[in-house]
């Protein structure tokens, strides 16, 4: 069966390829959300892939255009936010970490984390940064948080968020 289907694709490999493409444009979204749920069923393998594909020179020239792609992104966003800035938010939660409450020093390095994720449209602005601890921010990854709720659901583990107004 196997065989079959190889030699079907590769006989009729453009067609394909334009049909995928045709259902890639008219729905976007439905396959986001599929390739989504298959990343998650299958991490372990994706992991395994990606450590894989990064080795040889396709993967190395993929990652390299996403992170151009991402460098490109960040310059289009709105960035006023200065160092005293930074440091009056410091300051405002007393030099701690917005979600575990883990003191900040030479250890624990404070990171600026956006509320709205630049990735979903936040920019680099004061009202969208607070300060978090390398693991939350890690964590926190590209979620939206809600500052004003005291505790918000992050996949399994449950993180409280500190304010201190
Ligand atoms: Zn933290």
Redesign the pocket.
């Known amino acids: 069966m196997k065989i079959i289907q190889k030699e079907y694709y590769q006989k009729n490999r453009k067609e394909i390829l334009i049909y995928k493409k045709k259902i890639r444009e008219s729905n976007p979204k439905l396959l986001n959300e599929r390739s989504r749920k298959w990343r998650e069923n299958n991490l372990e393998y994706v992991r395994r892939r990606d450590r894989e594909l990064i080795k040889t020179e396709r993967g190395k020239a993929n990652h390299q255009r996403s992170c151009i792609k991402r460098r490109t992104k960040i310059k289009e966003i709105i960035n006023t936010l200065t160092f005293k800035e930074w440091l009056d938010i410091l300051k405002k939660y007393h030099f701690k ?6 003191e900040f020093d030479l250890f624990t390095i404070p990171e600026r984390d956006h509320i709205i994720p630049i990735s979903k449209g936040g920019n680099n602005i004061k009202e969208n940064i607070i300060p ?2 390398r ?3 890690a964590r926190k990854s590209n979620k939206i948080i809600n500052i004003n709720q005291e505790e918000k659901e992050w996949g399994i583990k449950k993180v409280k968020v500190y304010i201190n107004e």
């Open positions: 970490c917005a979600y575990c409450g883990k978090a601890c693991n939350c921010n």
